[in-house]
């Protein structure tokens, strides 16, 4: 349901996320820029902090991508840079950046301020700067932990307090819904024209014989490497390719190191957004390796969705936020049912015409449009029945069409 215009003009929402908006895209990407079609949108870029604000001045940045029709990013001013000490320094310039982002939308006619909040350690804001609705988004366990931990005082403070929060996973949905009533769970979504649409292979891939078992994102601590390495080793006929930046957790760049020395493993490095989307569909398998700990029994993968668009066979540890897949995905336990399932992956009756429709299926009802309206949604109720009737409306004439 793209627009020119917001279908709200009159509200305007302030996102505080950690990441910049020219960064590698993440869900709150997909999210924040989509509810440009119905909101006037800023999206704060995280400050520098004082000691680096020379650095940003002088470093380059990457392109950022294309922003919507009614959706701006702010980047701090270099006299506005992030201070911890002294308090008052601190509060005033977290004011005062606040204020800023504010004003941009007051100045395109925003009658109503929605302050949208990605992290616990933006709930100063929540003191900082009025707002006609508050919402917390929750898409990760924030403690980062492999140990379970409990929820920590700052976050289940902001819990209670905010007007409305959205939670990615059942897990999280069952550990921390209690604290507000007004809680709704939204899970991660696809671009499925992105994912779904055949493109020709990558320079890249298209040299790597087949079969291809593929996994594609970032490179982590979170995943199985133990178990990638042993599949790789049992199966040298088979093609591990990993497309991706591999971030910089302590002891990865070991694993990377031995699985490299596999002649039957490649790593494709680094891609854009855009580009990451044409892999999957030339993979033969997909894999979602992930360890099973107190951090991963909480997320909700961002690619089953961008596996089952691209109609590959996919294949996942059986993860809480996994199981409701289980029978389009197949979730293996032991090292042995991990190769079974990679085989089965590769057979005639995986790679049908009527299983990879059936995957793409199940992926279409969770494009990112269709989540994002029913965010906007919710924030519509909240506001109000004149603000709800119109995403209702619009929902109607949607329909209609």
């Not at 409990?150 to 897990?171: D, K």
């Not at 490299?260 to 999957?280: H, Q």
């Not at 004149?386 to 619009?394: D, E, F, G, I, T």
Request: proline content about 8%; overall charge positive; aromatic content about 12%.
């Amino acid at each position: 349901m793209p627009t020119r215009t917001p279908a709200l003009p009159e509200v305007g929402l302030v996102a505080l996320v950690a990441d910049e908006w020219n960064h590698r895209w993440q869900p709150r990407h997909q999210i924040i820029s989509r509810l440009a079609q119905y909101f006037h949108v800023v999206w704060v870029n995280p400050p520098a902090h004082w000691t680096r604000v020379f650095d940003r001045l002088g470093g380059t940045r990457s392109d950022p991508p294309a922003a919507p029709p009614g959706f701006e990013a702010y980047s701090a001013e270099f006299w506005l840079p992030k201070f911890y000490g002294p308090a008052w320094l601190a509060k005033w310039t977290d004011r005062l950046r606040l204020e800023k982002s504010r004003d941009r939308l007051r100045r395109k006619g925003c009658q109503k301020i929605i302050l949208y909040l990605w992290r616990p350690e933006f709930s100063y804001a929540m003191e900082l700067l009025p707002a006609d609705l508050t919402c917390y988004h929750m898409d990760d366990e924030y403690t980062f932990s492999s140990v379970e931990q409990p929820v920590l005082e700052t976050e289940r403070r902001l819990i209670e307090t905010v007007g409305q929060v959205f939670i990615n996973s059942q897990a999280l949905m069952e550990k921390k819904s209690q604290f507000n009533p007004r809680t709704v769970q939204l899970p991660n979504g696809v671009d499925f024209a992105a994912f779904s649409t055949p493109v020709r292979e990558p320079p890249d891939i298209a040299a790597i014989p087949h079969p291809r078992i593929g996994y594609s994102g970032w490179m982590k601590k979170q995943l199985d490497w133990d178990l990638l390495l042993h599949l790789a080793v049992k199966r040298p006929d088979w093609n591990f390719v990993f497309v991706g930046a591999v971030n910089q957790h302590e002891g990865l760049a070991s694993w990377v190191s031995q699985l490299s020395s596999c002649r039957n493993v490649w790593f494709l490095g680094s891609k854009t957004t855009s580009e990451i989307s044409a892999y999957p569909q030339h993979f033969d398998v997909c894999l979602m390796p992930y360890r099973e700990d107190g951090y991963t029994k909480y997320i909700y993968p961002l690619k089953v969705h961008e596996y089952l668009a691209s109609g590959r066979y996919t294949v996942g540890t059986p993860l809480p936020a996994l199981k409701e897949f289980d029978g389009v995905v197949a979730l293996p336990r032991s090292r042995d049912e991990w190769l079974a399932a990679i085989e089965t992956g590769l057979g005639p009756r995986a790679n049908s015409l009527e299983a990879r429709r059936s995957r793409q299926q199940v992926a279409r009802s969770y494009d990112w449009d269709t989540l994002v309206f029913r965010i906007a949604s919710v924030m519509a109720d909240r506001l109000g029945l004149p603000y709800s009737q119109v995403l209702q409306k619009l929902s109607l004439s949607s329909h209609a069409r």
